[in-house]
């Protein structure tokens, strides 16, 4: 006997070691994953058929004893009751006493005997019926007992506990060829299908006992029996019409089998000796060719086929019901990870529509309220927020939920800026909003992806970062790249904070101007987060290691917003981005003679009042920082 490839105890009873196997044998993993498989499925079937086993024991255990209590009463009609003979006898004593005038020759006509026993037709037919009905209900119920005996042999010989996996799978390769063969599901099938008929029997045999001995009786069960037939005759006809009804019943594949093959029939007898146009001709053809693979393939094989067919329409059901009962949190977590994935999807067809098929203010209501259950949570570590959010992004876009996109990234500033600043995953997925039709959340957007770049610790600053930069510069950024972080990080102020004066100019000259009205929540937003917060956390660099182009960009844009703040007053925007990147300014010009006024000393709080007046900022006026060129930085 050869050595089993591995040895272990099965502790837990399920024939699974409880580590992992170690195999003698370059063979042994492929055929232990084939005795995992298997007897999965093996465990499924046996549990199957002795569920079946179970429920047919209880019937026929039930139903027998009913039919044995009346077959006990109308047995009786097939033999001669010895009290019929005692009641002849003494009926013809009665007539002789009664009258004594009888002549003699009436009395010899009188029979001396009871005429030879006959039982009623009636009585012959409801007891050949119940009978019938017993001994299949019986039969039945051993049958239910071998089958119950057979599903746990099976289960025995095919999970030897202490075999190697090559033996193990062999074994159950070869009982299960012999079920396969043997038919072994027919029989399973059969035993519904004889309770039915025995059940049926007796009804028929009930309806002659109660015709023979009340009418108004009879009237009542043979309306019920009717309504029940006619049900079942319904039931086992609906999937024929409806593949998707649950209801069926034992005979409804039969049925199945006489439609399609007495249609295929029909089609090819029309098709063969009925003369017709040729479209007419081409279609029955079709439909002939149709019902012959419904014969061949069955019911279970054709019902595939009308899935795949529908498949669009129910992949739509499944996901809406699969939203409709998330509960947990994790389940919605589970649920929103796997959207992006589903519309990547080459096996769903046109998932994109599918996913846009869901009531869109309930997705994007579970979305903004599964974000702010995340971040209010102290239970979800720093990572898995980051990763929710990103999730949550992802989901917004795929589906085109432009209230959850503009919700999200709204929301987004108001969290924990540590944890959000440096996420990258975070930042490329906001990439893909910059450029959207909103342009207040695309400006938002970019804000946070700047932020982003200028707070990834330069440790973290790998492959991903760079490419996330470069994006968000544009092209021509490589040179700051090379030149180095601080080159990166300074074009990446000068960007956004282009970008938050200039964007909602530019897009008024191609958008209708109702559209461009700064919505209150964006304004707050801008005034009171994204100016105040992240345009400082955007200056951790050394301006004087930067290129001197950046610097030259950097002054061109401070004096074009020095001008429009003494143009446009006290309280415009461009006074107000002058006074949140001030510093900036006095770290570049520290070693210059540019002008300087009070606003420019470092010990100024952003809230003294020498700020908020556009005569605090100077023009810069060193040549070399603002020659008349072109912007190197959008």
């Not at 027998?64 to 003979?85: G, H, I």
């Not at 007992?145 to 062999?170: E, G, I, M």
């Not at 037939?229 to 039931?235: D, H, R």
């Not at 006074?579 to 006024?597: D, E, G, K, V």
């Amino acid at each position: 006997m050869s050595p089993p490839d591995h040895q272990s105890i099965d502790l837990d009873g399920t024939g699974s070691p409880p580590n992992p196997p170690k195999f003698a044998d370059s063979s042994g993993p492929l055929f232990f994953m084939y005795r995992n498989m298997a007897e999965e499925e093996d465990n499924k079937m046996a549990e199957r058929w002795q569920k079946d086993a179970e429920g047919i024991l209880v019937f026929t255990g039930l139903f027998s004893a009913a039919v044995a209590a009346l077959v006990a009463v109308t047995v009786q009609d097939l033999k001669q009751n010895p009290q019929d003979t005692s009641a002849f006898y003494l009926e013809n004593i009665y007539q002789l006493l009664a009258d004594p005038n009888v002549s003699r020759s009436s009395i010899l006509s009188t029979p001396a005997k009871p005429l030879p026993f006959s039982p009623p037709k009636y009585a012959i037919w409801v007891n050949s019926l119940w009978f019938l009905t017993l001994a299949i209900s019986l039969t039945c119920a051993m049958l239910a007992t071998l089958l119950q005996q057979w599903a746990r042999r099976y289960l025995k010989v095919t999970q030897p506990l202490r075999d190697s996996p090559h033996d193990r799978a062999r074994i159950r390769a070869f009982f299960s060829h012999g079920v396969e063969r043997f038919h072994l599901s027919w029989a399973v099938e059969v035993l519904p299908t004889l309770i039915h008929l025995s059940l049926f029997l007796f009804f028929t045999g009930l309806l002659i006992y109660l015709f023979n001995i009340h009418h108004t009786v009879f009237r009542a069960v043979a309306w019920w029996v009717g309504v029940s037939t006619a049900t079942y005759l319904l039931i086992t006809f609906v999937p024929i019409f409806r593949p998707e009804s649950p209801y069926r019943t034992p005979l409804s594949s039969l049925a199945w089998y006489l439609y399609a093959g007495i249609s295929y029939i029909v089609l090819l007898l029309f098709w063969c000796f009925v003369c017709c146009c040729n479209a007419t001709f081409q279609r029955i053809g079709d439909l002939k060719d149709d019902y012959r693979k419904c014969v061949l393939e069955g019911l279970e094989k054709t019902i595939k086929k009308i899935v795949q067919k529908s498949s669009p329409e129910l992949d739509r059901r499944l996901l809406k019901w699969t939203f409709d009962s998330l509960a947990a949190d994790h389940e919605q977590d589970q649920f929103f990870r796997r959207i992006p994935g589903f519309c990547s999807s080459k096996v769903v067809e046109n998932p994109h529509h599918i996913v846009e098929g869901l009531d869109e203010r309930e997705l994007s209501s579970a979305l903004v309220e599964f974000l702010d259950h995340t971040w209010s949570s102290n239970l979800v570590s720093g990572s898995d927020k980051i990763q929710r959010t990103v999730t949550c992004v992802k989901v917004a876009e795929v589906a085109h939920l432009h209230l959850a996109v503009s919700g999200i990234v709204r929301d987004i500033f108001t969290r924990d800026q540590r944890i959000v600043l440096r996420s990258i995953d975070l930042g490329r997925s906001l990439r893909s909003r910059s450029g959207g039709n909103d342009w207040e959340v695309g400006l938002l957007a970019q804000t946070i992806v700047a932020g982003i770049i200028a707070n990834v610790p330069q440790l973290e600053r790998d492959e991903h970062w760079t490419k996330l930069a470069l994006d968000q510069l544009g092209d021509g950024s490589q040179r700051y790249l090379d030149h180095g972080h601080d080159s990166v990080l300074f074009a990446n102020l000068i960007h956004i904070t282009r970008q938050i004066v200039t964007t909602r100019q530019t897009d008024a000259e191609h958008r209708n101007p109702s559209h461009l009205r700064q919505t209150p929540l964006f304004h707050w937003t801008m005034s009171n987060v994204t100016l105040p917060s992240m345009l400082p956390s955007l200056s951790n660099f050394n301006i004087q290691n930067t290129l001197p182009e950046l610097q030259r960009d950097f002054c061109s844009f401070w004096n074009r917003n020095v001008q429009e703040a003494q143009d446009r007053g006290s309280g415009s925007k461009a006074l107000e981005i002058l006074r949140h990147i001030r510093h900036i300014y006095i770290r570049l010009h520290q070693s210059t003679h540019a002008p300087t006024t009070a606003a420019f000393s470092a010990s100024n709080n952003d809230d003294d009042n020498v700020l908020h007046q556009p005569s605090s900022y100077p023009i810069c006026d060193i040549d070399h920082y603002h020659p008349n060129s072109t912007p190197h930085v959008h």
